[in-house]
């Protein structure tokens, strides 16, 4: 049973920092692309980053220089350092892992709320 386990959302204040954790099993961790999705109310579900099976990242422009993505391949987590958090970003944050485009799975998502 595959399963995406997503840990670390909360509250912040503008400026503040959250961490967020994945926890992948039932996959080839090590085969898949993992990546970090976040939808707000109203909105489409979008992309914040990705780290593919060799570890290139990318950022969406709007958390580039403040989101660092992550992946640990002992412990087949994937990790999201949110810095210089600002109220736009919050969105329940969702974790994606994808293997060629052919199969994918999701989190249940974890709520992250920047506010002052």
């Known amino acids: 049973q595959v399963q995406l386990v997503e840990s670390g959302g909360g509250s912040v204040q503008p400026g503040g920092s959250l961490r967020l954790s994945c926890a992948a099993s039932?996959?080839?961790?090590?085969?898949?692309?993992m990546g970090w999705y976040r939808q707000a109310p109203g909105n489409q579900r979008e992309l914040v980053t990705t780290?593919?099976?060799?570890?290139?990242?990318t950022y969406a422009d709007t958390v580039k220089g403040r989101f660092t993505i992550s992946r640990d391949r002992v412990k087949n987590t994937v990790d999201l350092q949110m810095n210089s958090l600002k109220p736009e970003d919050t969105a329940v944050y969702y974790c994606?892992?994808?293997?060629?485009?052919?199969?994918?799975?999701w989190g249940q998502g974890t709520q992250v709320t920047v506010s002052s």
């Open positions: 994606n892992a994808n293997l060629l485009q052919i199969t994918e799975y």
């Open positions: 039932g996959i080839a961790f090590s085969m898949y692309a």
């Open positions: 780290i593919t099976s060799g570890g290139s990242t």
